[in-house]
């Protein structure tokens, strides 16, 4: 019992550094001093970090962080906005048509959203807001699958005898929403506020399509573009994109439950 | 009864509740994708053409384009290769996890798990540091250790290069697996692996007679949703061969082994000198398509298996 005790651990252990050697070639890769990258193995830290720290810091790195993250604040602020307040509609009122349109949601989540793309470029363009982060936000207006997910959670989780007795001390409707209903919301919204920050922090396709000037890149185009920025020293490319990727992978470990139950929810009971 | 009545007299707001997100999904979202279709019909580009032209677009994808049935093909072949792994070695290491001698459950989901989490731009960037030809980690491991005395253009041969692929997609959802199945697998209760092991089963008998049947619901999911987004796949293997690394860059990979359909209708209408509008609209359209054909027939699949039990 004891020594396949040990065993399941190193072995599991062994695989879990296997996958993970990636994340810490990339660290490791950008402590170099370019010129010495390919003489051997870069399997040891550095001492150049700090030289390509300055390099990179030089660039446009934090302006592409900054841009991904008002973006993606805006983006999750539509997106978990319209999800509660139609989730919040479809969950708790009786009102006609209400399977049909619901049914139309549940519909549209079976699409691809790239089926839409080249139109929905051009749209953008009609209404003058390409080389703005408009178009990066405004897609997060309609999400078919925050409704659905605000949908389940309004119905099970608000009771309905504290929405009535709120309505007979004279809350208004919208009031009922902000007050009353917003709170037993909260887990739902954290769970759908992550998954969207994440989506939008991680997408990639619509700003190439939409934006062209280096000032409004956001992090995913900042990394593309750092092998170009920084043609001849390439352990800065490689710290750039360290910078512009781990912070997130370790900032999103710790809201990773909540993730993780939004994810799974749909699948596993529980 | 109490709940509707209580309602009456309120109608309007329930429609002014839902109003911003249909308003919004029909001019960003149903309209784009009707327009879509349209531009689809047409011969639609940068220098002005807008003729209709029917299905012109779609017979000569369909009849004439080795292109397009590329990229189709190794969306399915990418798929073969990954999905099965995963499924296996996701839980395989689920169950790992989930075995009572590891007490430390979270880390271990958590380290899989941060792959998953990473931009799938800068996946794609750190394959193409691992295999790049003359600079690449792989290559220089392998010569060190004097495995291979010249090294292998990996990114640069077809079959090499849709392996990479695979294996990169591999790695970037091994934690997602990982994490519905150990989810799937806390949910099975205590109490039909305690009898099991009383009634004298080995802990193959309990993993491919308890665990693997109660996990089917959730392997339906992750394979149908797999097969979806597989389909779309289009960001790693863009990144891989985007040239980060090496410098050069391949459009659809060597002889176009790593092409697949989203990426070929992004190249086809935003890149290059071409901005085929019409055409990368019928690539969109035709990729749904087959994306709908296979959701049904999953669906279908997953309904008859579910009614025979």
């Keep these: ?270 | 009864m109490s709940k509707t009545s209580a309602l009456k007299g309120k109608n309007k707001w329930p429609y002014l509740f839902i109003t911003p997100y249909f308003l919004s999904y029909g001019v960003l979202s149903l309209f784009p994708i009707l327009f879509t279709l349209y531009i689809s019909l047409t011969d639609w580009d940068l220098y002005g053409n807008r003729h209709f032209i029917g299905l012109d677009n779609f017979k000569q994808l369909f009849l004439h384009d080795s292109f397009f049935w590329k990229s189709m093909l190794n969306v399915f072949l990418f798929l073969a290769g990954y999905l099965p792994a995963l499924v296996l070695f996701g839980m395989l290491i689920a169950s790992l996890i989930e075995s009572r001698l590891i007490r430390r459950k979270t880390i271990f989901r958590l380290s899989f798990f941060s792959a998953y989490m990473t931009t799938p731009v800068a996946v794609g960037i750190i394959f193409s540091l691992l295999f790049d030809w003359q600079g690449g980690f792989i290559n220089n491991l392998l010569t060190e250790m004097g495995w291979i005395d010249s090294k292998i253009n990996w990114l640069g041969s077809p079959d090499s290069a849709r392996w990479i692929v695979i294996l990169m997609i591999f790695w970037k959802n091994l934690g997602y697996f990982v994490m519905f199945y150990t989810a799937g697998m806390a949910g099975i209760e205590a109490s039909i692996y305690e009898a099991a092991v009383i009634d004298g089963a080995s802990s193959k008998d309990v993993f491919f007679r308890i665990t693997m049947p109660l996990l089917k619901p959730i392997n339906m999911f992750l394979i149908i949703t797999s097969i979806i987004s597989g389909l779309q796949l289009v960001e790693e293997p863009m990144l891989l061969f985007s040239g980060w690394a090496s410098g050069s860059s391949m459009v659809g990979g060597p002889e176009g082994s790593a092409f697949t359909p989203i990426w070929y209708m992004f190249d086809a209408s935003f890149n290059g000198s071409a901005f085929k509008y019409g055409k990368g609209a019928a690539i969109a359209y035709s990729t749904f398509l087959f994306i709908a054909l296979f959701s049904v027939f999953g669906m279908k699949w997953m309904n008859r298996r579910g009614e025979e039990q």
């Design chain 1, 1 to 270: 019992m004891r020594a396949g005790k040990w065993l399941t651990v190193l072995s599991l252990s062994f695989i879990s550094l296997l996958f993970l050697f990636p994340f810490y070639l990339m660290i490791v890769m950008g402590t170099y001093y370019s010129e010495d990258l390919f003489k051997k193995l870069p399997l040891l830290p550095s001492g150049y970090f700090v030289e390509n720290m300055k390099t990179i810091l030089s660039a446009n790195i934090l302006h592409n962080y900054w841009n991904s993250f008002y973006v993606a604040v805006l983006f999750t602020f539509v997106t978990v906005g319209v999800a509660a307040i139609t989730g919040f509609a479809f969950g708790k009122y009786e009102f006609a048509g209400k399977k049909y349109l619901y049914g139309f949601i549940l519909l549209t989540m079976m699409i691809p959203g790239q089926l839409g793309l080249i139109a929905y470029v051009m749209e953008m363009k009609w209404f003058h807001l390409n080389n703005t982060h408009a178009p990066l936000i405004l897609a997060g207006l309609n999400n078919a699958f925050g409704v659905f997910f605000m949908t389940q959670f309004a119905r099970s989780s608000v009771p309905a005898e504290v929405v009535e007795s709120a309505r007979i001390d004279g809350c208004s409707e919208p009031g009922l929403f902000v007050r009353i209903v917003v709170p037993f919301l909260l887990p739902a919204i954290s769970t759908l506020g992550l998954i969207s920050f994440l989506g939008s922090w991680n997408n990639y396709l619509l700003p190439l399509v939409t934006i062209n000037k280096p000032d409004l890149y956001t992090m995913p185009l900042g990394i593309a573009n750092l092998s170009t920025v920084f043609r001849t020293d390439y352990s800065a490319s490689i710290l750039g994109l360290t910078l512009g990727t781990l912070p997130l992978i370790v900032l999103f470990l710790f809201g990773s439950k909540t993730l993780v139950q939004g994810l799974t929810g749909g699948a596993v009971k529980g």
